[in-house]
């Protein structure tokens, strides 16, 4: 009996065992490989041609006195000297830009102060310090001392602290960067923020459509379900590109509003390249989300239960609060998870009708990877996003069950 | 939903407006999607209803776009409509073009993920499956998990293997949208599997069959309503990825949605709304097929609606 069941345990895992594997190569890794490359980046530390393949480490002399010497230590000739014999190594392997780089997400305006030592640095002479302090005087600064002994380790979690809004200060310690350079906790928050709002307005309006699909026979409510479902299988990008049509400012809404005397020509609403194109597209976009799991538990729902407490002197309105809203709450809850992890990581709606304050944290991912190349960066935001998406889809299946996800 | 006899004014009204509130949202729903069709006939370059249209004056109307669709690309669009016209298109066209890539890697993916997800499902759908709830997660999570991060991670993974120089084309971008559509199938195919009597298959194999025939025979034809189902999602996955496309394609990896996005993008033109109109004519297509195949499911397994 116990070698039947656990030979129809292991053919019950042998079927699903080459879509794990598939998932695992295909999906799990490349996010894994991400997730290391957020507090791992060898820019400072090693350099690969790109023609060979070849690997040379990088700015070992500097990394050698960084580690003879304890963190805050002011840089001595030794130092810059070091730094000289590195610039050398930088040249020859055409390595200065990368370096430069990896200082230069940290701290801004670097990049040119290495790219223009290294192109003098047969020229660098004993003393050296005073060699680089001609060169730009910025090379005294302590911060840019702080960043490279950070960087010389290719391990870090200072990606992590500039997607928080944090640095560390010239003495190591965290602090909150500028208020004027605040980018990532804002939209963060932003973020937050629009998927609540989005989330409760797809409850209000689905709420009483689901009500309406549950409560008439199957006849008419599969036809209307046609209504809900057809938007569901419509491709994404021909629906953002409808609302894009209906909202413009010389687009259909408009010019009916104008048409109908309610608004004049001169002041069309500007509904589009802002939050409440982002707002009104992704509702709609995640409406049929919230609809399906509502009207599924809706469906069982006895109406006797209701008429029974009208029979027993309860108004409607008592009779839909006491009895009937109580009942749908699963619905509700399963709904409005599915929708706001959804609305969270949303990235095609926002980016062609959010404009500027429209954007959400999968925009700035998508900027870092392909405007600022600060790719651990993106990497640090990526997993954030995708910690709090996952701390949510675990409630998720605690609370519904991944199985009980329908579609249509 | 009918108003009992003794109803109440009060009630009576909340009942009507109750109605007109749902129309709206249906209304709120579907018209987005159905303002594209008249405006794609749109004669003008803009988007929005001209006077013409409004007075359904036929000259308001034309098929330039849809022409447009079939002519921009071209070498020598001017050119007598004859066979070698035709040729030029099918060969040069860029939409043309987009709609052949987009429709190989949608069935290669989608043969990928029906495949690996049918079998998956028969698995994660037996009782005795060993850590059913962890591993069924982890399927379904590329359902879940942003698209961006998606693409973010095979960026990286697919530039440190360097699969764009293993001379498969469409390799990588046919791997991730099978990854993509393995979760509705999946979902789907174990839909149609619950509630699945197993004594059905031991009575199969009680009767003789070998487990390929039972499958065959008892459980394929249960199941097929599900797959099929499966599989146009994972199709209509493939068929509306943009974003790792853009991330991991190459160059000459044209989609539908690609050429769509940069057409949004750069300059919308009313092109883009007749390309939306095939669209949602197929999107009607392949609901009506979805919905036929559930209700066959269901008739096969009892659940008839009532």
């Known amino acids: ?408 | 939903m009918a108003l009992p006899n003794h109803a109440s004014t009060l009630e009576r009204v909340w009942h009507y407006t109750y109605l007109v509130i749902c129309a709206l949202i249906f209304l709120f729903l579907i018209a987005p999607i159905l303002v594209v069709i008249p405006l794609s006939f749109n004669i003008e370059p803009y988007f929005t209803f001209t006077e013409k249209m409004l007075k359904l004056d036929p000259t308001g109307y034309s098929m330039r776009w849809y022409d447009l669709l079939l002519t921009f690309g071209m070498t020598d669009p001017d050119a007598a409509r004859d066979s070698s016209w035709w040729a030029d298109a099918w060969a040069n066209a860029n939409w043309i073009n987009a709609a052949k890539n987009s429709v190989i890697i949608g069935f290669f993916s989608t043969v990928i993920a029906t495949f690996l997800g049918t079998v998956a499902a028969l698995g994660l759908s037996r009782p005795e499956m060993p850590y059913r709830r962890a591993i069924m997660a982890i399927l379904i999570s590329p359902m879940i998990v942003p698209i961006i991060i998606v693409a973010t991670g095979l960026f990286f993974f697919y530039s440190s293997i360097n699969i764009q120089d293993w001379g498969i084309p469409y390799l990588g971008v046919v791997l991730a949208h099978a990854t993509l559509g393995i979760p509705f199938v999946i979902i789907t195919v174990t839909a149609t599997l619950v509630g699945f009597d197993h004594s059905l298959t031991r009575a199969a194999a009680n009767l003789g069959a070998d487990p390929v025939t039972t499958f065959r025979r008892v459980q394929m034809p249960l199941i097929l309503p599900g797959v099929i189902s499966g599989a146009l999602f994972a199709f209509v996955t493939s068929f509306d990825e943009v974003v790792v496309v853009l991330f991991v394609g190459g160059l000459d990896e044209q989609t539908i949605p690609r050429q769509m996005w940069n057409g949004i993008r750069e300059q919308i033109s009313p092109a883009i709304l007749s390309v939306a109109t095939i669209l949602v004519i197929i999107s009607i297509a392949l609901l009506t097929t979805v919905e036929l195949l559930r209700r066959r499911s269901e008739r096969l397994r009892g659940i008839s609606p009532s």
Do not use: C
């Open chain 1, 1 to 408: 009996m116990a070698s039947a069941q656990s030979h129809a345990r292991r053919r019950a895992f042998f079927l699903v065992l080459p879509l794990l594997a598939f998932i695992l190569i295909t999906f799990v890794a490349p996010i894994g490989q991400m997730l290391h490359r957020s507090f791992h980046n060898d820019g400072f530390t090693m350099h690969e041609d790109i023609g060979t393949g070849v690997r040379t480490p990088i700015m070992t002399n500097l990394k050698a006195w960084f580690d003879a010497n304890p963190a805050g230590t002011e840089p001595t000739e030794e130092a810059f000297a070091a730094l000289a014999a590195d610039m050398v190594v930088l040249r020859e392997l055409k390595a200065p830009g990368q370096a430069g780089t990896r200082i230069n997400y940290e701290l801004s305006g670097t990049r040119s102060m290495f790219t223009k030592a290294a192109r003098q640095a047969k020229k660098l002479e004993a003393p050296y310090k005073d060699a680089f302090l001609d060169l730009d005087k910025d090379w005294l600064n302590p911060d840019l001392w702080r960043v490279m002994r950070d960087a010389s380790s290719a391990y870090t979690f200072n990606f992590y602290l500039a997607a928080l809004d944090l640095t560390r200060s010239s003495d190591g310690s965290i602090e909150k960067v500028n208020e004027n350079r605040q980018v990532y906790v804002t939209l963060f928050t932003r973020t937050l923020f629009l998927s609540v709002l989005i989330t409760f307005l797809t409850f209000v309006l689905g709420y009483p459509i689901a009500h309406l699909l549950a409560t008439l026979p199957l006849r008419y409510s599969n036809l209307l379900m046609i209504l809900v479902l057809l938007p569901f299988w419509t491709s994404l990008l021909v629906r953002t590109t409808s609302w894009m049509v209906l909202l413009q400012s010389q687009g259909v809404v408009n010019d009916s509003l104008v048409g109908l005397g309610l608004l004049g020509d001169e002041n069309r609403l500007q509904m589009m390249y802002n939050q409440m194109g982002t707002v009104i597209a992704m509702t709609h976009i995640l409406l049929p989300f919230m609809v399906l799991p509502l009207y599924s538990v809706m469906r069982p729902i006895n109406p006797s239960y209701v008429r029974a407490a009208r029979s027993l002197g309860a108004t409607s309105w008592t009779a839909f609060r006491r009895i009937y809203f109580p009942q749908t709450i699963p619905g509700i809850g399963a709904g409005a998870l599915l929708v706001f992890i959804l609305a969270v990581g949303y990235y095609i709606t926002p980016a062609l009708v959010g404009g500027a304050d429209g954007q959400l944290i999968s925009n700035l991912i998508a900027f870092h990877m392909q405007k600022s190349l600060n790719w651990s960066l993106a990497a640090a935001l990526a997993a954030l996003l995708l910690g709090g998406i996952l701390i949510l889809y675990w409630l998720y299946d605690r609370l519904i069950g991944i199985d009980n996800l329908k579609l249509g």
